[in-house]
């Protein structure tokens, strides 16, 4: 096109052959420019491409995929008819990736110093001398906490969100023209999320690197990109400026991606968006988002619409996208049903937990005393009523996990004690347990594919609980499965299948289904919905509230995504350093938080709005272990009031009935100043 343009994509399909060797297209006719300096976000859900043409754009084809039609071009360089040296010779340096998983892109026995310093010799012009300083501004730049220590790390000593920076890091190190980032904040907390993208967006407005940022974070993509691609079923469906995309979207799927968007100001679910894409080589010859579209007519399902352009500009692949753009702004979603929590009975009881993963010697345990150390997670308490959904949030190891992990039994507490309908259960392990312990309390973890085991189908998978706690017969296991299948809106069809042959949505309704099959009373939910296009989530969201009602389950619900804890969750604790800061009712927590903390929480969140701008701090730095006395927020804290933060821990202070904070300054005066602060 002109010449500021760096990637140039022209008629580009790729696909690969089935068994019958009819060939099935991923992608489809796509028509992409990328100028020096623009940041295009590639938005859409799961299978619709957005991977596979960042991919191709840096020449990289997986078996069995190949190019049916077009092609792709670097500075005007075809990069399918580049050798595998040139390649070589622009990937890292001119042209970088940051892939969604940062194990893809460390090796795993090289210390995190040296792999940086390995990028910087082959893609930089930075001297052998100058690569250990470089090293560390890279890592701070990523806002990693004492860079000195973590260059000696190795990457399986790294939380997943601190793995991510570092993989953002290598990215740098090579200042390239053009970065591709195919989901590289998925895993980071929301503080962190917030400036790995203020970094990335001043990168891009000091250098004029050109990105293009695969996400399904639509947050994100309002942070950070100027332009939107919306794609769907291989194919671009919208392309226009974020804030034409995002504010007043003319194609129904862009519209029905931001309406299953959970928002931080509402509690409610959000809508879920019916049925799934269309499987590759089944489009038909209408257009792809047809059976799913509300406003689909005749012609819509004979006759594929063109990417046309707008008045305003913008690319639409769609016969009504004039009618969409007069539609208003859907509205809030479903209100989540509150009648069901019982206030009179306490389903589990947390009292002063504390957890290390410190092993304890040989001498501790002769003497029968506890290691020498700063506990991981302590002083818990909290009271979990029958019915209700409690959210337990915070960043990147500030303990949630630990302390579900610990109430089912996965690893032992240190002191404290778990009481569950009245009785303690025991510290050390599931083992000593019972069986109806066991039914009762549910775990489902963040990632189906590391609970789901891939040689079983899906009928295996189910029949497993109901044979350890039912005892039933064949029969009464695939009467018992279907019917839990049918609840999770799958369908008996699916218990012949394999974890394999699942979308990653499936497999979490599988997951779900295993949980729910225990008839259990409390279910604890890891991060279930992070790994999930929004879609899917809000798929899920619904799947679990409409469960809750029919079981009468009480829910624990840990996430680092502030807007879905707010659809769910009746409470909320708020946890910094393994160590409770504020708990209380989600709708006060949200519309005025108490704690500095929360505040600083609430300030990071990203809303799929261009004009919301994040409230950080610049030298707001994630702590890599709790503070041994004093409060444990002391060193971050945008309120500090002196020595007593240091010296002592924080009092609790009731806000109300059922809101409480621990800190120093007056709940009052805090309260005042975040009202000043919000006007």
Not at 532 to 560: C, K, M, P, W
Request: charged fraction near 25%; include cysteine; proline fraction near 6%.
């Amino acid at each position: 096109m002109g010449n500021k343009s760096l990637i140039e994509i022209r008629d580009l399909s790729i696909g690969f052959s089935n068994l019958a060797k009819q060939l099935l297209p991923i992608l489809r006719n796509i028509d992409l420019t990328i100028e020096a300096g623009e940041t295009v976000g590639l938005v859409g859900e799961s299978g619709s491409g957005k991977s596979t043409l960042a991919l191709a754009m840096m020449g990289y084809l997986g078996n069995p995929l190949k190019v049916l039609t077009g092609s792709t071009s670097f500075r005007n360089q075809s990069t399918f008819d580049l050798s595998a040296r040139e390649l070589e010779q622009i990937r890292g340096g001119e042209l970088a990736l940051i892939p969604q998983n940062a194990g893809q892109a460390l090796t795993p026995t090289q210390r995190i110093g040296r792999q940086i310093s390995e990028s910087l010799k082959l893609h930089s012009k930075v001297s052998e001398v100058d690569r250990p300083a470089r090293v560390l501004e890279l890592l701070t730049q990523v806002r990693l906490p004492d860079p000195t220590t973590l260059v000696d790390r190795y990457p399986h000593e790294l939380s997943g969100g601190q793995q991510q920076r570092v993989a953002v890091a290598m990215a740098l190190a090579g200042e390239p023209d053009a970065l591709l980032l195919d989901e590289p904040t998925t895993g980071l907390d929301v503080t962190t999320q917030a400036h790995v993208l203020e970094l990335l967006r001043d990168l891009a407005k000091e250098t004029g690197t050109a990105m293009v940022y695969v996400s399904h974070d639509l947050g994100a993509i309002a942070r950070v990109c100027d332009r939107v691609v919306v794609m769907y079923a291989g194919e671009i469906v919208l392309d226009g400026s974020v804030r034409q995309v995002l504010l007043k979207p003319v194609h129904p799927y862009a519209r029905s991606l931001l309406a299953s968007i959970p928002k931080l100001r509402e509690a409610s679910l959000p809508a879920a968006l019916d049925g799934r894409p269309p499987a590759a080589g089944d489009v038909g010859k209408g257009c792809a988002f047809v059976e799913r579209c509300k406003m689909a007519e005749d012609r819509c399902a004979l006759e594929r619409p063109l990417l046309q352009f707008t008045k305003a500009g913008e690319r639409v692949r769609c016969h009504l996208f004039e009618k969409v753009e007069k539609l208003a702004a859907s509205g809030p979603g479903s209100a989540v049903d509150r009648s069901l929590i019982s206030h009179a009975t306490e389903v589990l009881a947390l009292d002063n937990i504390a957890i290390s993963y410190t092993t304890r010697g040989l001498w501790d345990q002769i003497l029968g005393r506890q290691p020498n150390d700063t506990p991981t997670v302590d002083d818990i308490s909290i009271v979990i009523h029958k019915g209700e959904t409690i959210g337990l949030v915070g960043e990147s190891g500030s303990g949630k996990s630990t302390i579900l992990k610990a109430i089912a039994g996965l690893i032992p507490t240190r002191n404290g004690r778990i009481i569950y309908n009245g009785n303690e259960l025991l510290k050390a392990s599931v083992d000593q347990r019972s069986n109806d312990q066991l039914r009762r309390i549910q775990l489902i973890f963040q990632n189906p594919d590391d609970s789901l085991n891939p040689r079983q189908t899906v009928a295996e998978i189910l029949a497993q609980p109901l044979r350890l706690y039912f005892g039933l017969s064949n029969q009464e296991l695939h009467d018992r499965s279907v019917e839990i299948l049918e609840r999770v809106r799958l369908g008996g069809h699916y218990l012949d299948r394999l974890p394999s042959q699942l979308s990653g949505g499936e497999k979490q309704r599988v997951a779900v289904a295993r949980a729910f099959i225990a008839e259990p009373e409390l279910v604890l939910c890891d991060e279930v919905t992070s790994a999930l296009d929004v879609s899917v989530q809000a798929a899920v969201l619904e799947l679990l509230n409409r469960l809750q009602r029919e079981f009468g389950t009480t829910y624990i619900f840990v996430s680092h995504d502030l807007a879905v804890v707010r659809a769910l969750a009746d409470r909320v604790a708020l946890l910094y350093q393994g160590r409770l800061c504020e708990i209380g009712p989600a709708a006060d927590v949200y519309s005025l938080p108490s704690h500095p903390y929360t505040e600083v929480l609430l300030g990071a969140v990203l809303e799929p709005d261009p004009d919301s701008v994040p409230v950080l701090s610049a030298d707001d730095i994630v702590e890599l272990s709790p503070m041994p006395v004093g409060c444990a927020f002391q060193r971050r804290c945008p309120r500090r009031v002196g020595d007593i933060c240091e010296t002592k821990t924080p009092p609790w202070q009731q806000v109300d009935d059922e809101h409480l904070i621990r800190c120093h300054i007056p709940h009052i005066e805090l309260r005042e100043l975040q009202m000043g602060r919000a006007n």
